[in-house]
């Protein structure tokens, strides 16, 4: 782990882009041969496993599995069909190594089955802004009302759904009501492609039978949605069987939470870390117009090795030059001229805000964000931050009763300093992880 990185571990959590859903297999022919391959899940791990979990996420991930294989034809088909398109899986794992140690993370704290982290692989390939024909948005695939009761808000400058954040905690919530209902975690899994009411339907009408998944009359695509994820997990459990190399993946928090204090525009947060836009919004793909902009909080997410980067160059630039404000248009204002007093292009305007125009003009009242101070022809460029330039740092965990005056006298610091190096320090929240520079 790099220095960078092993600073900024202990602060908070883990978090691609490209379009694909599996096809859902033929109803009729699964003929595929059954091979004989046996998985022993659940067993208590050796410490020589218990050792490779530590450094090693995928190794973390196996541990942790513990769903039978209730349909083993139907698995032994899906395993086959993920064989013949391994690009497929190539996209979706290269994807998922930004989200997920995060989604591991949450699985384990709330105890549930390991294979649960690897569900975004087969709603989404863990693509963010996958979007179904049925409106469903986001690696969990959420459909709007379903992810309204989770409280995923979903407006013209946010989509919660595709908040990597948000939506795995609103699907895992789900998924833990659906087996509370149900019993089974098969079962669960089932309501959650279909419906609690489809699943619901289904055993009532066995009739006193054995209710299992296997047993269930189901639709299609549900009765080969748990085997889909079970044929994935065995890929995961033994991957060179199944023709692929799985490269190791570092245990750790791929990216930390920041917060703003005013909106930002995303290319100017993505400029102050040093990072490729896209590579930027792969990260923050729940923002629907390119600003880092909600109702609520303005809330960013930086790859862990990036965030020193970033905080130097907010700090260095100024927060109030780089930061976007609210401006309250009036129907029938040009919109040329507003781009114009701000200076920015009427193609700015429109990419950074949800406008609607009627030749030209504002066609109804409403808040746009333009720049708190205009840009100028002169306007300084963002420089890259030299590890010379960059203090050496450490960290303060906040703890209930901290003031910034106790923690300024005892690093031997000053109260501007720490301003300096942690955006929206105060009010100091007790969890809070301080950046802390290093005195003379």
């Not at 595709?162 to 609103?170: E, G």
Request: glycine share 6%.
């Amino acid at each position: 782990m790099t220095p960078s990185r092993r600073f900024f571990a202990s602060l908070l959590l883990a978090t691609g882009l490209a379009t694909t859903v599996t096809p859902t297999l033929a109803d009729s022919g699964s003929t595929a041969p059954a091979l004989k391959i046996s998985y022993a899940l659940a067993e208590p791990a050796s410490d020589q496993i218990q050792a490779e979990a530590q450094v090693d996420l995928w190794a973390r991930i196996r541990s942790g599995f513990r769903l039978t294989e209730s349909d083993p034809a139907l698995t032994r088909a899906h395993e086959e069909w993920f064989s013949k398109h391994p690009a497929y899986l190539e996209r979706g794992i290269e994807r998922s190594r930004l989200y997920l140690y995060f989604i591991a993370e949450e699985v384990e704290k709330r105890g549930m089955p390991m294979e649960i982290a690897l569900l975004p692989m087969i709603e989404s390939a863990y693509n963010p802004l996958a979007l179904s024909p049925m409106k469903a948005s986001g690696i969990w695939q959420f459909i709007p009302a379903t992810g309204k009761v989770y409280g995923l808000k979903q407006n013209v400058w946010y989509d919660g759904r595709r908040d990597v954040i948000t939506a795995t905690r609103a699907a895992l919530d789900y998924l833990q009501k659906l087996h509370g209902m149900f019993g089974d975690w098969e079962l669960a899994l089932a309501a959650y492609n279909c419906g609690e009411g489809c699943v619901a339907r289904a055993q009532s009408r066995q009739q006193g039978k054995t209710v299992s998944y296997a047993s269930l009359k189901l639709p299609t695509e549900t009765r080969h949605y748990v085997p889909k994820l079970i044929a994935m997990r065995n890929i995961v459990l033994d991957p060179k069987r199944f023709g692929f190399n799985l490269e190791d993946m570092a245990n750790e928090p791929y990216f930390m939470q920041v917060t703003l204090s005013q909106p930002m525009a995303a290319n100017q947060a993505a400029r102050l870390a040093d990072m490729n836009l896209d590579e930027f919004l792969s990260l923050n793909p729940g923002f629907q117009h390119r600003v880092i902009y909600t109702d609520t909080h303005n809330v960013l997410l930086l790859p862990t090795e990036r965030v020193e980067t970033f905080q130097f160059n907010l700090h260095r630039q100024g927060v109030d030059q780089l930061s976007l404000r609210r401006y309250q248009a009036h129907r029938g204002e040009s919109a040329s001229k507003i781009a114009g007093q701000f200076g920015v292009t009427l193609g700015w305007l429109k990419e950074h805000n949800p406008v609607k125009l009627f030749k030209g003009k504002v066609a109804q009242a409403q808040s746009l964000l333009v720049p708190a101070v205009a840009a100028t022809a002169g306007k300084r460029k963002i420089q890259s931050v030299s590890k010379d330039k960059r203090p050496s740092m450490r960290s303060h965990t906040v703890r209930r009763g901290d003031t910034l005056d106790r923690v300024a006298k005892l690093y031997k610091v000053r109260i501007a300093d720490i301003r300096r190096w942690n955006e929206s320090v105060e009010p100091l929240q007790p969890g809070a992880i301080l950046a802390i520079p290093f005195s003379g």
